[in-house]
């Protein structure tokens, strides 16, 4: 049978673990999720932004009770989003990095 001083070494353990896995996992990704919503929640017509789809528009109308934002995607297009599908705004110099980074920097 083990001991009290084992089990309660082995409980330490388990917690140091769970607090460990709970602050490089679970905290981050609820900061990104906190600023994200922040983000929403300010939106205003006239903004470029990007969705996680990819797409590149403007805001027209932010329909913040149903969590709904129209996005002009072209000239005379409207869409209609879910707003947590909204990313961020639209920085072209971002994307270009992005892309860069993704293709591995060719010069072709």
């Given at each position: 049978?083990p001991s009290?001083?084992?089990?309660?070494f082995d409980?330490?353990?388990?917690l140091i673990?769970g607090?460990a896995?709970?602050?490089?996992l679970?905290?981050p990704r609820?900061r990104?999720f906190?600023?994200?919503?922040?983000?929403?929640?300010?939106?205003?017509?006239g903004?470029r932004?990007?969705?996680?789809?990819?797409?590149?528009g403007?805001v027209l109308?932010?329909d913040?009770?149903?969590?709904?934002v129209?996005?002009e995607?072209a000239?005379?297009?409207?869409?209609?989003?879910?707003?947590?599908?909204?990313?961020?705004?639209?920085?072209?110099?971002?994307?270009a990095?992005?892309?860069?980074?993704?293709?591995?920097?060719?010069?072709?």
């Amino acid at each position: 049978m083990p001991s009290l001083q084992t089990i309660l070494f082995d409980l330490i353990i388990l917690l140091i673990f769970g607090a460990a896995v709970y602050s490089f996992l679970i905290l981050p990704r609820r900061r990104e999720f906190r600023k994200r919503q922040e983000f929403v929640a300010q939106l205003m017509p006239g903004e470029r932004v990007t969705t996680y789809g990819g797409l590149i528009g403007t805001v027209l109308h932010v329909d913040s009770p149903n969590g709904i934002v129209t996005l002009e995607i072209a000239p005379g297009i409207e869409a209609d989003f879910i707003a947590a599908a909204v990313m961020g705004e639209y920085d072209p110099d971002a994307v270009a990095e992005g892309a860069r980074r993704a293709l591995g920097d060719r010069d072709e």
